[in-house]
């Protein structure tokens, strides 16, 4: 279903789980295959800051891809149609999304005024205009919502049907869910912020991984002046995890995130912290002095995240001292 929108793309395949495995990849696609001892043998002991059998996996691929725009995708996830039937491009939508600006610092009622057909709104400041360059594109999800473990259980039913033709800019200053199943991110821009963090195997929490990415940087994005979209494209999410089992990876995330929340809520960063790195260095530093109170686990949180920096810049040595708001370009996607 998606040879005809991934076969003219680079594909990078994080197997989750037993090495051991075989995945079969179908014929002619341009692919790197990664496992755990893949893994492993990369990054050496800095491994230890990529969560196994556990789909926070996956940002070991932004690490080592060398391409300008990311898609990350599930693999329950299929192609959608919009409602007059035709198959969604989303991949095309969302880099879409990404080469325009966004609007995060007042907001557009007509939604994306960059979109054809649309504009800014009477009453919209002429200085805000050119917008900002946008880092992060969060598609949504026809059929089966991204639903936490409780509200699975008493809505097992529940489907989403409804498309909403729009694309809108998460606001300055406005965290959000980010889920990680049909999203885009431009990785010169803010690649270094989007860690899945610590879940799965040996980890007292699961299904945060996207949440915590998407929380950290947003609060990056807003400091260094970067846009976050959300809206258009649908993909299909074809089938819902078992509630159950999401409860018992949820569950010590769901009482947390009631202080994590005002932990990013609060989180300042300084005019010295101008990289995306030094800003992430800097989150992970004050999530260990403050969140390391909660629990001992986000101590070894913040360590995994000043590690997985170190591993970033290893693997992306041009990119240590470049990852700024200012020096960042929207050019052409590199071959």
Known sequence: MWRPFFQ???LIIVQDGDPTRTIKVPEGFDYELYNRNDINRILGPKASCISFKDSACRCFGYMVSKKKYIYTIDDDCFVAKDPSGKEINALEQHIKNLLCPSTPFFFN????????????????PFSLREGAKTAVSHGLWLNIPDYDAPTQMVKPLERNTRYVDAVMTVPKGTLFPMCGMNLAFDRELIGPAMYFGLMGDGQPIGRYDDMWAGWCMKV????????????????WHSKASNPFVNLKKEYNGIFWQEEIIPFFQAATLSKDHDTVQKCYIELAKQVKEKLGKIDGYFVKLADAMVTWIEAWDEQNPSSASATTATTATNGPAKK
């Open 109 to 124: 009622t007509l939604y994306d005024p960059y979109r054809e057909g649309a504009d800014f709104v009477r009453g919209y």
């Open 220 to 235: 990056i994005c807003d400091h260094l002046g970067l846009g976050v979209k959300t809206g258009l494209p649908y993909i």
């Open 8 to 10: 003219p793309y680079h």
